[in-house]
Antibody, heavy 121, light 105 residues
């Protein structure tokens, strides 16, 4: 079935980097873009950026520019998101989600289970 | 960035009630408005896309409406499994989400 499988929880110290993976299966990988969304404890959803799995082009919100990089590996249908210079307020569950494209007005129709990243000294 | 203002932030309801959640966009998003349901400890799930189109798994007691920059999610005959947090999201531009509405007993 169509699914996104994410890597496991991480604990990092402030200033470190984290790289989270998201492996897609059950559909044509390069046909749909992938968005990353995070959710701090008890908070709402925040867009972290998205990547075209077709050509690797990525787009990030201004507040994350320079600290986040999204890449993809077409041979394994895997997307990666790296966040650098981690701060305590980066503590959150990070989700990857598939952009459904024209069929769903670009809604996020498939979600990974989430990866908890804890930033603590 | 397009701001999404969702209200209320929480509401109390009973099984069988009718519930309406509102989302207002700071500018036109046409019909690029989506709703998600999230239960504790779980990832969000797409409920409605394009303002009023239900995903396959969604029962018909859910409906979405639109009027200009105002959007609504209505749940008729609220069921126990509907108690969750609901988010609106615009996909017209770089995605932004509403603050969420927690529907609780």
């Amino acid at each position: 079935q169509v699914q996104l499988e994410q890597s496991g929880a991480e604990v990092k110290k402030p200033g470190a980097s984290v790289k989270v993976s998201c492996k897609a299966s059950g559909y044509a990988f390069t046909k749909y873009g992938i968005t990353w969304v995070r959710q701090a404890p008890g908070q709402g959803l925040e867009w972290m950026g998205w990547i075209s799995t077709y050509n690797g082009n990525a787009n990030y919100p201004e507040k994350m520019q320079g600290r986040v990089t999204m890449t993809r590996e077409t041979s394994t249908s895997t997307i990666y998101m790296e966040v650098r210079s981690l701060r305590s307020d980066d503590t959150a569950v990070y989700y990857c989600a598939r952009r459904g494209g024209d069929a769903t007005e670009d809604a996020l129709d498939i979600w990974g289970e989430g990866t908890l990243v804890v930033v603590s000294s | 960035d397009i701001q999404m203002t969702q209200s209320p932030s929480s509401l109390s309801a009973s099984v069988g009630d009718r519930v309406t959640i509102t989302c207002r966009a700071s500018q036109s998003v046409r019909r690029y408005l989506n709703w998600y349901q999230q239960k504790p400890g779980k990832a969000p799930r797409l409920l409605i896309f394009g303002a009023s189109n239900l995903q396959d798994w969604v029962p018909s007691r859910f409906s979405g409406g639109a009027s200009g920059t105002d959007f609504t999610l209505t749940i008729n005959n609220l069921q126990p499994e509907d108690f969750a947090t609901y988010y609106c999201q615009q996909s017209f531009d770089n995605p932004t989400f509403g603050q969420g509405t927690k529907v609780e007993i």
